[in-house]
């Protein structure tokens, strides 16, 4: 099946540090990627959604020059974390869809990457 | 985004049937119903997807009520490995985007 792959799964840094986090599509082309956060106990939140060559639809309230968004191939986006805060760390987690017809089609989803910020 | 109701949390033996219930009363012609599941410190996992006739994959089957307004996923045997928390989500037609809720904590006793 189709697999996403998110690197790294794990990072731990001091206080201003900036954190890029990559998403790939190893098997399929990914026109849209999307980005979510996830509090301990919580659901999902979606934070932006990305399309291969165009910038980034952010949601409501998600700072777009905190959380930089880079889709520049149909396989790989990446999410950059500047300045991070403590506030900052969360389990973020990428999708990623090829579907012309997106409600008939799954998203595939990366493993997750859990930023812990001192 | 279209809403779904789930219970907070199930409980189920292993070895036997678990039926998870979603309620979408205000779900239109088009939305597709999708199931995803997320393990502990995993991202979720698709699982199986209707429109109105019911479905069977490897993982469960989807029963899709007639009016269209309520779904449930059926797990036909319960293994330790399906404890995750299940998601119902409408996937409105030409919209690519995923609304996740709160969920159902499924847990299964050995």
């Known amino acids: 099946g189709a697999v996403v792959s998110q690197h790294p799964s794990r990072v731990i840094c001091k206080s201003g540090t900036s954190v890029k986090i990559e998403c790939r599509s190893l098997?399929?082309?990914?026109?849209?990627m999307f980005w979510y956060r996830q509090f301990p106990k919580q659901s999902l939140m979606l934070m932006a959604t990305?399309?291969?060559?165009?910038?980034?639809?952010?949601e409501q309230g998600v700072e777009k020059d905190k959380f930089l968004i880079n889709h520049a191939s149909l396989t790989l986006s990446t999410l950059t974390v500047t300045s991070a805060h403590p506030e900052d760390s969360s389990f973020y987690i990428c999708?990623?869809?090829?579907?012309?017809?997106?409600?008939?089609?799954?998203?595939?989803f990366g493993d997750g990457t859990r930023l812990s910020i001192l | 985004d279209a809403k779904t109701t789930q219970p907070n949390s199930m409980e189920s033996n292993e070895e036997e049937p678990v039926h998870l219930p979603c309620n979408h009363s205000?779900?239109?012609?088009?939305?597709?119903i999708h199931w995803y599941r997320q393990l502990p410190s995993q991202g979720p996992e698709y699982v199986i997807h209707?429109?109105?006739s019911n479905v069977n994959n490897r993982m469960a089957s989807l029963a899709i009520a007639e009016d269209r307004k309520s779904s449930t996923l059926i797990l036909h045997r319960a293994t330790l490995r399906d404890a995750a928390v299940y998601y119902c989500?409408?996937?409105?037609?030409?919209?690519?985007?995923?609304?996740f809720g709160k969920g159902n904590q499924v847990v299964v006793i050995p």
């Open positions: 999708s990623a869809s090829s579907a012309e017809v997106p409600s008939n089609q799954p998203q595939h």
């Open positions: 098997d399929f082309q990914a026109t849209t």
């Open positions: 990305s399309n291969e060559g165009s910038k980034a639809t952010y």
């Open positions: 205000t779900i239109s012609g088009t939305d597709y």
């Open positions: 209707g429109l109105t």
């Open positions: 989500i409408l996937r409105v037609n030409g919209n690519n985007r995923l609304a």
